[in-house]
């Protein structure tokens, strides 16, 4: 069984309150991808008030874990004379700017794919052996709202897949710290040994970078995390990060 860390429970009552079927189930399996499952989307519960509320509440805000040093140390420190007033509205900006950094990932359900199928045009078939793309590299919309569109062999004229949109987005307008390809610290081998050492949050940030929360290798990977900690009750290395309510709920 999956234990909870402290404030679960809690959380378990308040989403049951308002709902009479099972929202989730949990498995008991080495594989992450049986590890959780859901019946409904979560994300309408994710984001009610209350539940974010008391995730936020569970997460903790400790401003030296938030604005700690990372991966490179820096000796630097820096010394300022403030008045009190100074002083108690630096604590404020300080705060606000820790709460902005502890912003959760949305637990959302697995995107479900079904390209719209926009013309069968029969007498283009076997013009090429290769699939032909088209992009609108309009300036300013929404990556999730450009046409793309592709050709198929056979002629076919459909919507793109995810993937195809994806690194073509990528491509056209990059996201700082997002590849084109996979990074292989995702791979099984070496994801094992990031776990096994320790390195949940950078796993996890990392995956926010590479993948949208609707992705199934996003699941799939924090799946594994998630599993990770419970099994060796590290819930306190996620403790006042941004990804301690989603793992909580």
Known sequence: MLKLPAGGRLLTEVIKSTHSFPYSRWFCSTSAKNFLSYDKDPGPVFMRDDVQKLLRSMTRLELDRVFRK??????????????????????????????????????????????????????????????????????????????????????????????????????????????IRTPKMFEAGNLRKLLEAGDYEFVLDRACVQFEPYEAEYHDITATVYQHVNEHKAFDSLRSTRHFGPLTF
Request: hydrophobic share 30%; proline share 5%; aromatic share 8%.
């Open 70 to 179: 990372r991966s490179v140390r820096d000796s630097t420190v820096e010394y300022k004379f403030m008045t009190d007033e100074q002083l108690r509205q630096e604590v404020r900006q300080s705060i606000g700017r820790a709460e902005r950094l502890l912003q959760m990932p949305p637990v959302v359900h697995v995107m479900q794919e079904n390209p719209k199928v926009l013309s069968k045009d029969g007498a283009l078939k076997g013009f090429s052996e290769a699939k032909m793309v088209f992009t609108d590299i309009t300036y300013g919309i929404k990556n999730s709202k450009r046409s793309i569109v592709e050709r198929l062999p056979d002629g076919t004229l459909r919507e793109a897949d995810y993937e195809t949109r994806k690194r073509l987005n990528q491509i056209y307008f990059p996201l700082k710290g997002r590849h």
